[in-house]
C-alpha cells in the first residue's frame, strides 16, 4: 500500500486494534464531507489499494475526493470487492471455468494450485428447484427430492469445489434465496482481515453473479450484479475497471398509508427512475422518511436496482441497520465494529449528518403511494391496483380490442353443496374453456391467473409483506373463500426463517388451506422454474388460444420467463398474489368488484380482509427476534442427508465426464497460446438476428424450459435424455454443448428479419442459393463452417435483465464479432467484452430500421486500430451491389476492457498473467 495521502489510521473497538485508511484524514485536503455515502466507499477502496498507479494512483484518488458531481463519466478507477456471493445458476458455471482454467494454467507452464479464489466467494444453491408439486403438504419434499435427483451431476460438481478450492463455500439447497442469505447472515457490512500482520477493517463490499445482488445495498454494503466472468475475475484478484460514476439522490419523505406496501413503494420508485433515467449510475436513498423505512423495506427497494437502471440503489448505515444486525443474531463484536467504523469514516447517517452532493435529485412522498402492480411483460411499467382490468385489456390488442364489453364480475362461492362452477370475470366475445379441475367443473377465459405465486428475493425477504399476506389469507378464510382452482399457487420462502414466523404467528395453515404451501426455498416462479400447468388447463389455453395471466411477489415479468403458456405477468406484493388466486381473473378491478361471496352470499371485497398497518407491525413485533436466525443459520453450511449423501470427485483437477449433459470442459481455451493478438477490423460478416429494442438476456439466452424440438432439445435427446428429463437452461450452464445451441432460442424472441414472428430463427444467406429459414443455432454453425463472421443488429436497452453470462458466452460461441445497438444494459455489454465479443452504438439518431437495414447485407466493421479508435466505420453491403456506409461508437470503455480485448477476453488475461507468474 502506497499511502502517499497519508491516511493510515487506527481503531480500537472490541479490546482490538484495526488499521484503517481514514477518510477523515483526507478530508483535511479535500471536502470529503459533500461525497455521497457510495462516493465514500469507492474513495476508501481507492486509499487502501494505492499501489503507485499500477492499479491504483494518486491521481486515482485525486478525482474521486474532488468529485464532480455533474460530470460524465469519463475517469477510470480499479475497485476491488471484498467478497463474491453467486448463485448455482451462474455459479456453476463460474467453477466450470475455474476448473478448465486449472487445466489450462498447466498446459501454459502453471500449477493447478494457482487457481483458486482469493477472496472470500459463497455460492448459494437457490436457483435448481422447480414447482413440479404444488398445493399439497408434501409439496417441498417432493419438489426437493425431484430436485437432487434433477441435479445429482451439478451438486457433486460443486462439492467437489467446495473441497478443492480455497476461499469457496457452498450453502446447500433448501436454504433460501442468495440474497436474503446474504442480507440474513453473509454480510459483514463492515470487514476485517489479516494482512502482513495486521489486522485491517473496511467496508464490505460485494460482487454478486446475479443483477439483484443490489438488495444488500439495503443495509449499508456497496455492490452489484455482474456477469459470472468479471465475478471470476474479481474472485481471481483483478480489478474490476469502472468509470467514475454519476450519483442520484433520492430523498424519501413521510410514511407509507395505510394499505400500501414495500412492494407498491418500489414500484413506484422504479417507474420514477426508469423515468428520469439512471442507467449507469449510482442511486442514493436519503431524508426523513428513512426513519420510518424499516430494513427489509429498503432491502426491497435496493433488490430492484436493475428494474429501474442503475447500478446500485444504496441506503447508509444507520440505527436502523444496527437494529437489523441485532434481529438477524449477528454477534455483539460484529455490531460494535460496524457502528464504531461507520462513525470514524463519516458513513454514519442521522439528523445531523450533512446532506451530500448530487448530480440530481429526485423527491418522494411516501405518504402517495397507492396500490399498484407492474406488466403485463416490464417491471417498470407501473398499474395501479385499479387499473389493472383496463391495463390488462389495452395490452392485449387486436387480440381483445373487438370484443363487446365484459359480463358480469360475479364470482360464485367454490364452497356451496355439490362444488358448482367458479366463473371469472370474462371477456364476452372470446371462446371460453369448459374444463373440470379438482372435481370441479370450471371455464377459463382470457385473463384468467393460472399463476399466483409467492416467490423471489424482492418481497420474501419482507416481514411486512410476507404476513401481510398471511393475515390477508387468514381474513379470507375466515369469509369462507378460497382460491380459483385452475390457479396455480405456490409459496417459496427466502429463508427457512420466513416459515418459522409464519408458524409462530399462526398463518401458515391459512395460507395453506388456499393453496399457498411451500414448494422450496429458492427463486423459484421469478426465475421461470414456474414448472408445468395442470393437464386441463394447459389444454384449455391450447385448444382457445387463451391469453391467460400471473400475478407473482418477484421482480422479472419479461416475455417467455415465467411459463411458455403464459402471456400477461404481472408483479404484485404477497398480499395482492393471495388476492388474485381467490378472484382467479386479472379482468376484475379489486377496488370496486368483490372477490368472491361468504358463506351467506353476501360479496366480499378486498377491502374487508386487507390487514391493517398495526395488526401487521404488532405481528412482527410478536413474531420475529433474533433466535430465529440464529437456529436456522448454526450449519448454515453443512447442509441436509441429500447433500451430504451426494457423490463428487476429488483432486486438485476436476475429472470431466465426457458423457455428462451437465457438466462439460468449455473450449474457450483450446489452443491458447501465451502469445497475445491484436484487435483486427471485421469483414464480410454476416447478420445472425435483427432485432428491436428491450431484448433481454432472457430472450438471449433462456432459464426456463427446453422444447423437445430446439437444437438443444434435439441434441439432449441425441445423447439419450428424455425430455422429462431435460431440466432447464439454467441447470444445464455447465455444459456449453446445450448452452451455445439454447441462444437466442426464446420463444418470444422475434427476429425482424421475419417481421414479427416469434421464435429462435433466422434466414441464412448462402453463397448461391436462396435464403434459407433456420434456427439460430443451425444456421450459425453453417457460417462458422464456412469461415463467415456474425453480427447481430439490435435497438435500445440490449441486454436488460438478469446478468447472465451465457448471453455473451453463447453469443461468442456462435461466432458472433460485434453487436451493433442503440444502447447496452450495463452488466451484459461488460460480458460480451469479457468474451471477446465488440460491442457497437449506433449513433444518436440511428438504429436499423431508420438505415433500411434488413438483415441481408454483408457487414464491414473497420478503422478499429486495434481498440485505440472511438469511432468505427461500418459498411453495409446490400445485395443489388450499393452500400450504406455509417459510425458506430467503440464501446470497450476503459483501457484495461481493450488489454482484455486484445488477449481474446478477460479469463484469457486472467490466464496468461497467472501463467507468467508461475514462469517467471
Known amino acids: 500500500m502506497a499511502d502517499s495521502f497519508a491516511t493510515r489510521a487506527r481503531l480500537d473497538v472490541n479490546g482490538r486494534s484495526y488499521v484503517y485508511s481514514s477518510l477523515a484524514k483526507l478530508g483535511t485536503r479535500f471536502d470529503i464531507a459533500r461525497l455521497p455515502y457510495s462516493m465514500k466507499i469507492l474513495l476508501e477502496n481507492l486509499l487502501r489499494h494505492e499501489d503507485g498507479g499500477i492499479t491504483v494512483g494518486r491521481d486515482h484518488i485525486e478525482a474521486v475526493a474532488g468529485w464532480n458531481p455533474q460530470a460524465e463519466p469519463a475517469t477510470e478507477i480499479a475497485f476491488m470487492p471484498a467478497r463474491v456471493v453467486l448463485q448455482d445458476f451462474t455459479g456453476v458455471p463460474c467453477v466450470v471455468d475455474l476448473a478448465a482454467m486449472r487445466d489450462a494454467v498447466v498446459k501454459l507452464g502453471g500449477k493447478a494450485s494457482q487457481i483458486n479464489p482469493l477472496i472470500p ?16 403438504a408434501d409439496a417441498l419434499d417432493i419438489n426437493g427430492r425431484i430436485e437432487f435427483e434433477r441435479n445429482a451431476e451439478r451438486y457433486g460438481f460443486l462439492r467437489w469445489g467446495q473441497e478443492a478450492l480455497r476461499n469457496f463455500k457452498v450453502v446447500p439447497p433448501n436454504t433460501g434465496i442468495v440474497h436474503q442469505v446474504n442480507l440474513e447472515h453473509l454480510a459483514r457490512v463492515v470487514m476485517e482481515r489479516e494482512v502482513d500482520g495486521e489486522t485491517w477493517a473496511f467496508p464490505d463490499t460485494v460482487f454478486g453473479t446475479d443483477s439483484h445482488t443490489t438488495m444488500i445495498n439495503g443495509i449499508g454494503v456497496l455492490g452489484w450484479g455482474v456477469g459470472g466472468i468479471e465475478a471470476e475475475a474479481a474472485m481471481l484478484g483483478q480489478p474490476s475497471s469502472m468509470l467514475i460514476p454519476q450519483v442520484v439522490g433520492f430523498r424519501l419523505g413521510g410514511r407509507l398509508p395505510e394499505g400500501a406496501t414495500a412492494t407498491d413503494l418500489v414500484l413506484t420508485v422504479t417507474q420514477m427512475l426508469r423515468k428520469h433515467g439512471v442507467v449507469g449510475k449510482f442511486v442514493e436513498f436519503f431524508g426523513d422518511g428513512l426513519q420510518h423505512l424499516p430494513l427489509a423495506d429498503r432491502a426491497t427497494i435496493a433488490n430492484m436496482a436493475p428494474e429501474y437502471g442503475a447500478t446500485c440503489g444504496i441506503f447508509p448505515i444507520d440505527a436502523e441497520s444496527l437494529a437489523y444486525l441485532r434481529l438477524s443474531g449477528r454477534s455483539a463484536e460484529q455490531i460494535a ?3 464504531a467504523y461507520a462513525k470514524a469514516q463519516g458513513l454514519w447517517h442521522d439528523a445531523a449528518t450533512p446532506a451530500a452532493a448530487y448530480s440530481a435529485t429526485l423527491e418522494l412522498d411516501l405518504a402517495t403511494v397507492r396500490p399498484s402492480l407492474a406488466g403485463p411483460k416490464r417491471p417498470q411499467d407501473r398499474v395501479l391496483l385499479g387499473d389493472v382490468q383496463a391495463n390488462f385489456a389495452a395490452n392485449l390488442g387486436p387480440l381483445v380490442a373487438h370484443r363487446a364489453p365484459r359480463t358480469s364480475g360475479a364470482i360464485e362461492d367454490l364452497n356451496a353443496e355439490g362444488g358448482g362452477q367458479h366463473q371469472a370475470p370474462q371477456l364476452a366475445a372470446k371462446p371460453r374453456a369448459q374444463i373440470r379441475i379438482r372435481d370441479v367443473d370450471a371455464e377459463l377465459a382470457d385473463g384468467a391467473v393460472v399463476i399466483a405465486a409467492i416467490t423471489s428475493c424482492t418481497n420474501t425477504s419482507n416481514p411486512a409483506v410476507m404476513l401481510g399476506a398471511g393475515l390477508l389469507a387468514r381474513n379470507a378464510v375466515a369469509k369462507g373463500l378460497t382460491a380459483a382452482p385452475w390457479v396455480k399457487t405456490s409459496l417459496g420462502p427466502g429463508s427457512l426463517v420466513v416459515t418459522d414466523y409464519l408458524e409462530k404467528a399462526g398463518v401458515m395453515a391459512d395460507l395453506e388451506q388456499l393453496g399457498f404451501f411451500v414448494v422450496g426455498y429458492g427463486c423459484t416462479t421469478c426465475i421461470g422454474n414456474s414448472g408445468p400447468l395442470p393437464d386441463e388447463v394447459s389444454k384449455g389455453i391450447a385448444e382457445h388460444d387463451l391469453v391467460v395471466a400471473s400475478v407473482l411477489s418477484g421482480n422479472r415479468n419479461f416475455e417467455g420467463r415465467i411459463h411458455a403458456e403464459v402471456k400477461a405477468n404481472y408483479l404484485a406484493s404477497p398480499p395482492l398474489v393471495v388476492a388474485y388466486a381467490i378472484a382467479g381473473t386479472v379482468d376484475i378491478d379489486l377496488t370496486r368488484d368483490p372477490l368472491g361471496h361468504d358463506g351467506n352470499g353476501d360479496p366480499v371485497y378486498l377491502r374487508d380482509i386487507w390487514p391493517s398497518n398495526k395488526e401487521i407491525g404488532d405481528t412482527i413485533a410478536a413474531t420475529v427476534g433474533p433466535e430465529l436466525f440464529a437456529q436456522n443459520y448454526a450449519d448454515v453450511f453443512k447442509g441436509d442427508a441429500r447433500w451430504n449423501a451426494i457423490a463428487s470427485p476429488a483432486g486438485e483437477s476436476f475429472a470431466w465426464d465426457p458423457a455428462s449433459t451437465y457438466i462439460k470442459d468449455p473450449p474457450y481455451f483450446d489452443g491458447m497460446t501465451m502469445d497475445v493478438g491484436h484487435i483486427a477490423d471485421i469483414h464480410g460478416a454476416r447478420v445472425l438476428g435483427l432485432f428491436g429494442d428491450s431484448i433481454t438476456t432472457d430472450h438471449i439466452s433462456p432459464a426456463g424450459n427446453i422444447r423437445k424440438d430446439s437444437p438443444a432439445g434435439r441434441y439432449l435427446q441425441a445423447r439419450g435424455v428424455q425430455p422429462a428429463d431435460f431440466n432447464s437452461y439454467g441447470s444445464r450452464r455447465g455444459n456449453d454443448d446445450v448452452m451455445v445451441r439454447g441462444t437466442f432460442a426464446n420463444i418470444r424472441i422475434k427476429n425482424l428479419m421475419f417481421g414479427g414472428e416469434e421464435g ?26 464456412g469461415g463467415v463472421p456474425l453480427v447481430v443488429l439490435a435497438g435500445k436497452e440490449y441486454g436488460t435483465g438478469s446478468s447472465r453470462d451465457w448471453a455473451a458466452k453463447g453469443t461468442h460461441l456462435l461466432g458472433v464479432k460485434a453487436v451493433i445497438a442503440e444502447s447496452f444494459e450495463r452488466i451484459h455489454r461488460s460480458n460480451l467484452v469479457g468474451m471477446g465479443v465488440l460491442p457497437l452504438q449506433f449513433l444518436p439518431g440511428d438504429n436499423p430500421q431508420a438505415l433500411g437495414l434488413d438483415g441481408s447485407e454483408r457487414i464491414d466493421i473497420t478503422g478499429l486500430d486495434d481498440g485505440r479508435a472511438r469511432h468505427a466505420t461500418v459498411t453495409a453491403h446490400r445485395h443489388d451491389g450499393t452500400s450504406l456506409v455509417f459510425q458506430a461508437d467503440v464501446l470497450l470503455l476503459t483501457p484495461k476492457e481493450v488489454e482484455y480485448f486484445r488477449h481474446g477476453g478477460l479469463l484469457q488475461y486472467v490466464l496468461r498473467q497467472l501463467a507468467a507468474r508461475h514462469v517467471g
Open 121 to 136: 466467494s459463497e455460492l448459494v444453491i437457490d436457483h435448481s428447484v422447480q414447482v413440479d408439486v404444488f398445493g399439497r
Open 337 to 339: 465494529l460496524v457502528e
Open 760 to 785: 429462435g430463427n433466422t434466414l441464412y444467406f448462402g453463397a448461391d442459393a436462396a435464403p434459407e429459414k433456420l434456427a439460430i443455432y443451425d444456421a450459425a454453425m453453417k457460417y462458422k463452417a
